[in-house]
């Protein structure tokens, strides 16, 4: 097959995407992976082939003069319309998907899609590719693939408040008198698949199937087709440094708190030199890997504690007994899969649905960290690995991530998925007095 893969140029979002593109090029098939222009050294230094497509637009950059973009409910957590996936369905309005998909498609989908729908529907029509995954905002992917007929899935590697907002924002809609029933997102991505042959159908939202990351125990999923898919740990070029083969003395742990947030111009939302005070009294090593614009806020670093801007989190792990964390989903992930306990700070997009599943399993605790203190940090952490039935849910979590497929045992179902489904391209509508 030909598999092409595409992103809007968001690293970490990558990052989840590339092992299966991996084992699909080890499988024999041919594979690119298109984004925007200014991605391309990203994609090259994970050894895959580029494709440049579009012009660069920095989407941060641009929703950023707006701090309130994403309607953040208090606390942080999912962006509207989507915290909808966290509510019970008696809770839900009508109004209120409608206004949120109204705001979101203006300011958040246009900018991550529109720079490369063009080009990327021309490269599509030029290689003719037989399967397109795209990451879970990219609709310009599902687009691509519908005007070529190739099949399509969306990779998930999150909660997907996105198939769950859809599928209560459809249910209200049917609810509605004809007249009433605005549908702002199918009106855009209507507008592109109707400019390029097909028409509007939902799986240019939620795809004609979902390949997902998420253990089924963490995940809140609507009523869709779920392709499993086990996470693999990968964090772009790294060198593992020659202290990391050394046992360490005392328990060890690491502390890490994302690339996203400083890599965008933002602050962690814990006080990092408050919970290094506080852990910094426990008997134990602490490895602590933090963006150097905020290492540069620490005014003393404890005996027991190592700061590093980065570290392969893989490797990292494999060491420790336990780790303190943001809820990023590859660090979530990567620590479940060494079976450690899991203290976790999560004030962002999912993290919160997330941390709360890793509780719910045994496998860790939970703190909020707008509210918690350095010394509730270290309360926890002293918890987490004095008693043992944290380590017990830990193990039972890994067992659950293990018993998904591998991407190369995955290979073999997108095979055949996109035998079944290429070729069916939507009829062009007949022009009015044809």
């Known amino acids: 097959m030909r598999v092409l893969f595409t992103t809007y140029p968001e690293r970490t979002h990558f990052l989840s995407m590339a092992p299966l593109a991996w084992a699909l090029r080890t499988a024999g098939h041919e594979v690119r992976f298109a984004s925007q222009p200014k991605f391309a050294d990203v994609i090259t230094r994970a050894g895959l082939t580029a494709v440049p497509v579009g012009r660069d637009r920095d989407l941060w950059q641009i929703l950023s003069r707006d701090p309130d973009w994403l309607g953040r409910s208090d606390g942080g957590g999912m962006p509207m319309p989507y915290d909808v996936a966290a509510r019970e369905p008696d809770d839900i309005t009508w109004e209120y998907l409608s206004q949120g998909y109204e705001t979101q498609v203006e300011r958040w989908h246009k900018s991550s899609n529109v720079p490369m729908v063009s080009e990327l529907v021309e490269f599509a029509r030029h290689w003719k590719p037989d399967l397109v995954v795209w990451e879970p905002l990219t609709y310009a992917g599902a687009i691509a693939a519908q005007a070529v007929g190739a099949a399509h899935v969306r990779l998930l590697f999150g909660t997907d408040m996105y198939g769950v907002a859809r599928e209560h924002f459809l249910r209200l809609k049917a609810q509605r008198p004809e007249h009433e029933r605005t549908d702002r997102f199918a009106d855009w991505l209507g507008g592109y698949a109707r400019r390029y042959g097909g028409g509007f159908g939902e799986e240019l939202i939620t795809g004609q199937a979902t390949v997902d990351l998420v253990p089924e125990c963490l995940q809140t999923r609507a009523g869709l087709e779920y392709l499993p898919l086990r996470y693999v740990p990968y964090g772009g070029p790294a060198v593992v440094p020659s202290w990391l083969h050394r046992a360490p003395e005392k328990p060890r742990v690491a502390l890490t708190l994302g690339l996203s947030t400083t890599g965008h111009g933002g602050e962690y939302a814990v006080g990092v030199q408050d919970v290094l005070d506080a852990v910094g009294e426990l008997d134990i090593e602490l490895v602590a890997t933090i963006a150097e614009s905020e290492q540069r806020k620490l005014t003393r670093i404890p005996g027991n504690t190592r700061v590093a801007s980065f570290l392969p989190l893989d490797a990292l792990t494999a ?24 203290l976790i700070l999560p004030w962002d997009n ?63 179902t997108l095979e055949r998925f996109a035998a079944e489904r290429r070729g069916r391209v939507p009829a062009a509508p007949v022009p009015a007095g044809v």
């Open 350 to 412: 999912d993290g919160p649905a997330l941390a709360g599943g890793v509780a719910r399993t045994g496998a860790g605790l939970v703190l909020n960290p707008r509210r918690a203190s350095g010394a509730d940090v270290r309360d926890a952490l002293r918890r987490l690995l004095s008693e043992p039935e944290f380590r017990a849910g830990a193990a039972g979590l890994r067992e659950r991530m293990l018993a998904m497929p591998s991407p190369n045992d995955l290979v073999g």
């Open 319 to 342: 060491t420790c007994d336990a780790v303190i964390h943001h809820a990023g989903f590859g660090t979530l992930a990567t620590t479940a899969l060494r079976g450690l306990p899991q």
